[in-house]
């Protein structure tokens, strides 16, 4: 990949006038020679559609819609993501978009380059949206969030549109390049198992499952050697003492408080 100062050379030599307020661009990578394009993209983590490096992708979607794809990682690459998102012409206001990769334990991954979250005015007709990764590391500490050997899953979406924009098409390009630096990785260890989610479902009961027959309940009713009286303590022998006592309160109240007979 061309550095922008081998890119000024370049364009110097070929007689291109530089003026100071020329910006130039990132080279774009290229797709793969004979990489079938991918037509489609997911709305989940679950159903994000697979994709190899250099597989170019072009997909038609909605505004406002969640897009998810996924690829594979291996220790020692470098990965950049770009994407270009075409427009709809009748839009009302400014938009803003956002590509972000996470690893396969669902951490988010930060770009070392790229413009990550773009906005573009309601008269582009275009946005470009690129992320670069951090080399993948074969191995790290529990702590840390380093990039580690696994399925990678990309998300690309609008984080503020107008209202009125939402559901309006859009044409998305997006292309995944790897950069295979494992030569000058100096670590010395690597990791167990790769960083894949569990995706197998569980398995399917053939038979309803036997319940346990239910025992006598405890109610309280615990029958002592006379066949009838509850234990002591349960809740039926204090709400009949409870009875009983409440009983003799209404007779003794009375009692005190009935007025004499005159005759």
């Given at each position: 990949?061309?550095?922008?100062?081998?890119?000024?050379?370049?364009l110097?030599?070929?007689?291109?006038a530089?003026?100071?307020?020329?910006?130039?661009?990132?080279?774009?990578?290229?797709?793969?020679?004979?990489?079938?394009?991918?037509?489609?993209?997911?709305?989940?983590?679950?159903?994000?559609?697979?994709?190899?490096?250099?597989?170019?992708v072009?997909v038609?979607?909605?505004?406002?819609?969640y897009?998810?794809?996924?690829?594979?990682?291996?220790?020692?690459?470098?990965?950049?993501?770009?994407?270009?998102?075409?427009?709809?012409?009748?839009?009302?206001?400014?938009?803003?978009?956002?590509?972000?990769?996470f690893?396969?334990?669902?951490?988010?991954?930060?770009?070392?380059?790229?413009?990550?979250?773009?906005?573009?005015?309601?008269?582009?007709?275009?946005?470009?949206?690129?992320?670069?990764?951090?080399?993948?590391?074969?191995?790290?500490?529990p702590?840390?969030?380093d990039?580690?050997?696994?399925?990678?899953?990309?998300?690309?979406?609008?984080?503020?549109?107008?209202?009125?924009?939402?559901?309006?098409?859009?044409?998305?390009?997006?292309?995944?390049?790897?950069?295979d630096?494992?030569?000058?990785?100096?670590?010395?260890?690597?990791?167990?198992?790769?960083?894949?989610?569990?995706?197998?479902?569980?398995?399917?009961?053939?038979?309803?499952?036997?319940?346990?027959?239910?025992?006598?309940?405890?109610?309280?009713?615990?029958?002592?050697?006379?066949?009838?009286?509850?234990?002591?303590?349960?809740?039926?022998?204090?709400?009949?003492?409870?009875?009983?006592?409440?009983?003799v309160?209404?007779?003794?109240?009375?009692?005190?408080?009935?007025?004499?007979?005159?005759?």
């Open positions: 990949m061309l550095t922008r100062s081998a890119t000024a050379a370049a110097i030599a070929a007689g291109v530089l003026t100071p307020g020329t910006v130039l661009a990132a080279p774009t990578p290229t797709p793969s020679p004979g990489a079938v394009t991918v037509t489609k993209a997911g709305t989940s983590y679950l159903s994000a559609t697979p994709v190899a490096a250099g597989q170019p072009r038609a979607a909605s505004t406002g819609e897009l998810y794809w996924s690829f594979p990682a291996a220790a020692g690459e470098i990965h950049e993501i770009t994407a270009t998102v075409t427009l709809a012409q009748n839009r009302s206001g400014r938009s803003t978009w956002t590509v972000e990769v690893d396969g334990l669902r951490r988010r991954q930060a770009c070392t380059a790229g413009a990550q979250t773009p906005t573009a005015d309601a008269s582009a007709r275009t946005v470009g949206i690129g992320c670069t990764l951090r080399r993948v590391r074969p191995w790290a500490e702590w840390s969030g990039p580690l050997p696994g399925t990678y899953y990309v998300r690309l979406a609008v984080v503020d549109v107008p209202e009125t924009d939402l559901g309006l098409p859009i044409d998305v390009d997006l292309l995944v390049s790897t950069t630096d494992a030569g000058t990785s100096a670590d010395d260890g690597r990791l167990e198992a790769a960083l894949v989610p569990p995706t197998s479902a569980g398995s399917v009961l053939a038979a309803e499952p036997t319940v346990a027959p239910e025992g006598d309940g405890d109610d309280g009713w615990n029958l002592s050697l006379t066949g009838w009286l509850p234990e002591a303590g349960s809740r039926w022998l204090w709400t009949t003492a409870g009875g009983m006592l409440a009983a309160a209404g007779v003794v109240g009375f009692a005190l408080t009935r007025r004499p007979s005159t005759r």
